[in-house]
């Protein structure tokens, strides 16, 4: 055996060994909606995209600026438009998945801190395969006062 096997081995068995960390295929292009300094809640969007060969499920959010945060789905009960809690969000093999008003949602409950346009906001996604992902969103103001500003120049 060469001493190049002899060194390859454990290193080898050391890999096989190791929690599968890297290799999730998983983007996350995700803003908060700004919202008044009273608001108890404020909404995420964006686009989550999965270019692997796996499904990827989403399990839990977390941010040191939230008390909690709920991925929400929108939903029209006796013409009533509301909201429910959804327990995970899987983004299917090749997919995108968007979170957009009256639709899936990031709902950030009780910001510690008064956030407004421009902050960063740190955000913690565990995947039901245990890896974890740490993004840093930014706080923006919501697309209606964009169409607002165009239709009143
Ligand atoms: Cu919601």
Same mark, same amino acid.
């Given at each position: ?17 190791? =929690? ?6 998983? +983007? ?31 399990? +839990? ?14 939903? &029209? ?23 957009? =008003? ?9 910001? &510690? ?7 960063? &906001? ?5 995947? /039901? ?8 969103? &930014?706080? /923006? /103001? ?12």
């Amino acid at each position: 055996m060469s001493r190049l096997a002899l060194i390859m081995i454990p290193l080898m068995v050391s890999l096989y060994l190791a =929690p599968v960390q890297a290799g999730d295929t998983i +983007s996350l292009n995700i803003h908060i909606a700004e919202a008044p300094p009273t608001a108890r809640a404020l909404a995420g969007y964006g686009v989550i995209g999965n270019t692997g060969d796996q499904d990827i499920t989403i399990e +839990s959010v977390h941010s040191s600026l939230f008390e909690a945060i709920e991925i929400h789905e929108s939903i &029209v009960r006796d013409d009533m438009a509301g909201m429910r809690p959804i327990d995970e969000l899987t983004i299917p093999s090749g997919t995108e998945l968007a979170l957009e =008003p009256g639709g899936r949602h990031l709902m950030l409950i009780r910001p &510690v801190q008064p956030l407004s346009e421009g902050d960063q &906001v740190p955000l913690e996604f565990t995947l /039901k395969n245990g890896n974890v992902h740490r993004i840093t969103v &930014v706080v /923006k /103001k919501p697309d209606h006062d964009h169409s607002r500003q165009h239709h009143h120049p």
